[in-house]
């Protein structure tokens, strides 16, 4: 893993190096995936699949490649069940458009948990709203796990599909997605798993995981913004209706009506982003060069010994601040940690005034609610402070940061 790939980071941001702390939200790019780009444009670049001619061949052979590459990379039985998407949200508002339209009657069940993303609850709740279905949701225990004992009774006849974060964005838990999907399937019910935390930081295998469905995005994995994928098992994606129609989803089209292509072109209507997909192909590579299971251990390191330094900066700081509350603290994360932190009255000192104190020094965190709004009120507090790594950070900017907070605490309290 070599941080000079990624031209971005040697930079100083208010006179300070910068320490990227927001890789959660998106991650930044090696210079091998930037070339991808501008090579794609200054040789390749034709619109794929309809053209007769050799750009257009090669452009889409480098699409079709690319899909093989990450097919291979979630470990799917074949590049048919992986359709590009915009994003995980996009994913996820195909899924629950074409789920919704083939199997949610009115009052069918669909379970998500207390710790999702707005893009993991929103589409359900409108597609509930569509069919008069109803939204289950798993609830927390109090170390902020999900409640295996409360999701077996949620499970019932009226359950349709369950959908399910891999890894928090807000905790960094993973969560036991094996034992979901596993009694899900117990009762027949598909399992949704939004990867889009989980495939920048772990290896992922759908097939071992046995999840009928899957979605992550490009850009958290070190492509570019704007390209995303939804799996799903084939027997499963030749029963959804398509999303949109047009373009290369067709395979007739009449006054009478149309018939629809094979999988995956059905679910992929107008032009698709072959110059993201391409990108994110050697995006894939890259990680895969790095070394997946390298990338997860040193990113849990790094989990562990930012976990440390802030107990160890509160023990230090103990005449100025109470306490820095670790939300899940010591719980098997992956990517992400969030925290608050308390003046010496017990009062929550806004993350919102920390974040802003620590961009002038440098370091680009995360706070507010994460798109996770009812886990944060769950919480009790306006937000986190969130840190999210990625493959190119250090313990050495962990250090950074600890001591641009203690420098924030000290302007704040
Ligand atoms: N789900 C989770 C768990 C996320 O963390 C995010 C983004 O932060 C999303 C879904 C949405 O991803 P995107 O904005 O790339 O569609």
């Given at each position: 893993?070599?941080?000079?790939?990624?031209?971005?980071l040697?930079?100083?941001?208010?006179?300070?190096?910068?320490?990227?702390?927001?890789?959660?939200?998106?991650?930044q790019?090696?210079?091998?995936?930037?070339?991808?780009i501008s090579e794609?444009?200054?040789?390749?670049?034709?619109?794929?699949?309809?053209?007769?001619?050799?750009?257009?061949?090669?452009?889409?052979?480098?699409?079709?490649?690319?899909?093989?590459?990450?097919?291979?990379?979630?470990?799917?039985?074949?590049?048919?069940e992986v359709?590009?998407?915009?994003?995980?949200?996009?994913?996820l508002?195909?899924l629950?458009f074409?789920?919704?339209?083939?199997?949610?009657?009115?009052?069918?069940?669909?379970?998500?948990?207390?710790?999702?993303?707005?893009?993991?609850?929103?589409?359900?709740?409108?597609?509930?709203?569509?069919?008069?279905?109803?939204?289950?949701?798993?609830?927390?225990?109090?170390d902020?796990?999900?409640?295996?004992?409360?999701?077996?009774?949620?499970?019932?006849?009226?359950t349709?599909?369950?959908?399910?974060?891999?890894?928090?964005n807000?905790?960094?838990?993973?969560?036991?997605?094996?034992?979901i999907?596993?009694?899900?399937?117990?009762?027949?019910?598909?399992?949704?798993?939004?990867?889009?935390?989980?495939?920048?930081?772990?290896?992922?295998?759908?097939?071992?995981?046995?999840?009928?469905?899957?979605?992550?995005?490009?850009?958290?994995?070190?492509?570019p913004?704007?390209?995303?994928?939804?799996?799903?098992?084939?027997?499963?994606l030749?029963q959804?209706?398509?999303?949109?129609?047009?373009?290369?989803?067709?395979?007739?089209?009449?006054?009478?009506?149309?018939?629809?292509?094979?999988?995956?072109?059905?679910?992929?209507?107008?032009?698709?982003?072959?110059?993201?997909?391409?990108?994110w192909?050697?995006?894939?590579?890259?990680?895969?060069?790095?070394?997946i299971?390298?990338?997860?251990?040193?990113?849990?390191?790094?989990?562990?010994?930012?976990?440390?330094?802030?107990?160890?900066?509160?023990a230090?700081?103990?005449?100025?601040?109470?306490?820095?509350?670790?939300?899940?603290?010591?719980?098997?994360?992956?990517?992400?940690?969030?925290?608050n932190?308390?003046d010496a009255?017990?009062?929550l000192?806004?993350p919102?005034?920390?974040?802003?104190?620590?961009?002038?020094?440098g370091?680009?965190?995360?706070?507010?609610?994460?798109?996770?709004?009812?886990l944060?009120?769950?919480?009790?507090?306006?937000?986190?402070?969130?840190?999210?790594?990625g493959?190119?950070?250090?313990?050495?900017?962990?250090?950074?940061?600890?001591?641009?907070?203690?420098?924030?605490?000290?302007?704040?309290?």
């Amino acid at each position: 893993m070599n941080r000079s790939d990624f031209p971005i980071l040697n930079q100083q941001v208010h006179g300070k190096p910068l320490v990227y702390f927001d890789n959660a939200a998106t991650s930044q790019k090696p210079q091998c995936v930037i070339d991808a780009i501008s090579e794609a444009y200054s040789t390749w670049n034709a619109n794929i699949h309809r053209g007769t001619h050799h750009l257009s061949q090669v452009a889409t052979a480098k699409h079709e490649e690319a899909r093989t590459i990450l097919a291979n990379m979630i470990g799917a039985k074949s590049s048919k069940e992986v359709l590009f998407t915009r994003g995980t949200t996009e994913g996820l508002n195909m899924l629950a458009f074409s789920f919704g339209e083939a199997f949610i009657r009115s009052g069918d069940e669909i379970t998500v948990s207390a710790m999702e993303h707005h893009s993991n609850i929103v589409p359900w709740q409108m597609l509930c709203q569509r069919k008069n279905a109803v939204l289950r949701v798993i609830p927390l225990r109090d170390d902020l796990t999900l409640d295996l004992a409360a999701y077996e009774h949620l499970l019932s006849p009226r359950t349709k599909l369950v959908s399910i974060a891999h890894v928090s964005n807000v905790l960094g838990i993973i969560n036991p997605v094996e034992e979901i999907i596993r009694l899900a399937h117990a009762h027949n019910v598909p399992v949704c798993v939004d990867g889009a935390q989980s495939a920048p930081h772990l290896p992922v295998n759908v097939q071992a995981l046995d999840c009928d469905f899957f979605v992550c995005s490009g850009h958290k994995m070190y492509a570019p913004t704007g390209i995303g994928l939804l799996y799903g098992k084939e027997q499963w994606l030749n029963q959804l209706p398509p999303y949109q129609g047009g373009g290369e989803m067709i395979q007739h089209v009449s006054w009478e009506g149309t018939t629809y292509n094979e999988l995956p072109y059905r679910f992929e209507a107008g032009t698709p982003d072959y110059v993201g997909s391409y990108a994110w192909g050697v995006a894939a590579q890259y990680m895969q060069q790095c070394g997946i299971e390298t990338i997860a251990a040193h990113e849990k390191q790094l989990i562990a010994y930012a976990e440390q330094q802030l107990n160890a900066l509160a023990a230090e700081l103990s005449s100025q601040i109470s306490r820095i509350a670790i939300y899940a603290a010591g719980q098997k994360k992956a990517g992400v940690l969030s925290f608050n932190i308390y003046d010496a009255a017990g009062n929550l000192i806004h993350p919102f005034d920390l974040g802003t104190l620590l961009d002038q020094l440098g370091v680009a965190v995360r706070i507010g609610h994460h798109c996770a709004e009812p886990l944060i009120t769950h919480l009790q507090v306006p937000g986190t402070i969130r840190i999210s790594f990625g493959l190119y950070n250090t313990t050495d900017e962990v250090d950074l940061l600890i001591a641009a907070l203690k420098r924030a605490i000290q302007i704040l309290v």
